[in-house]
């Protein structure tokens, strides 16, 4: 399980703070099914929220215990029903190029009467 220094972790609980759940774990729990689609969320995103369905206090740690273990992932934050999870990206999905959105040109100065007048 990777550590996360208190720093660390107040600034991923900052990014996490407008991130919607990508994963959920209903009532079958923490199956094979769920912690391939975690990877898979962790991989491309590296930092997530996950829903748990359930009252249980004690099976949401353990949970989010089970996950971090397995995937080698670092706890962020338990809020209640939500689990926030961090896994940095592997080194060579780091050489790869990041795609950037195409930048659009500034907007013109609007003309309006009083510019025209003169």
């Given at each position: 399980m990777l550590q996360?220094?208190?720093?660390?972790?107040?600034?991923?609980?900052?990014?996490?703070?407008?991130?919607?759940?990508?994963?959920?774990?209903?009532?079958?729990?923490l199956t094979e099914a769920v912690l391939k689609e975690i990877e898979v969320?962790?991989?491309?995103?590296?930092?997530?929220?996950?829903?748990?369905y359930g009252d249980s206090r004690e099976n949401r740690?353990?949970?989010?215990?089970?996950?971090?273990?397995?995937?080698?992932?670092?706890?962020?934050?338990?809020?209640?029903?939500?689990?926030?999870?961090y896994r940095p990206a592997p080194a060579?999905?780091?050489?790869a190029p990041k795609i950037t959105k195409p930048r659009r040109p500034a907007p013109k100065a609007r003309q309006t009467k009083r510019s025209l007048q003169g």
């Open positions: 996360l220094s208190s720093d660390e972790r107040r600034e991923l609980r900052a990014r996490a703070h407008n991130l919607n759940p990508v994963v959920s774990i209903a009532e079958n729990g969320n962790l991989r491309a995103h590296e930092l997530i929220k996950i829903r748990v740690a353990a949970y989010l215990e089970q996950i971090c273990k397995e995937l080698g992932a670092a706890p962020v934050q338990q809020i209640g029903k939500l689990l926030v999870v060579d999905a780091a050489k």
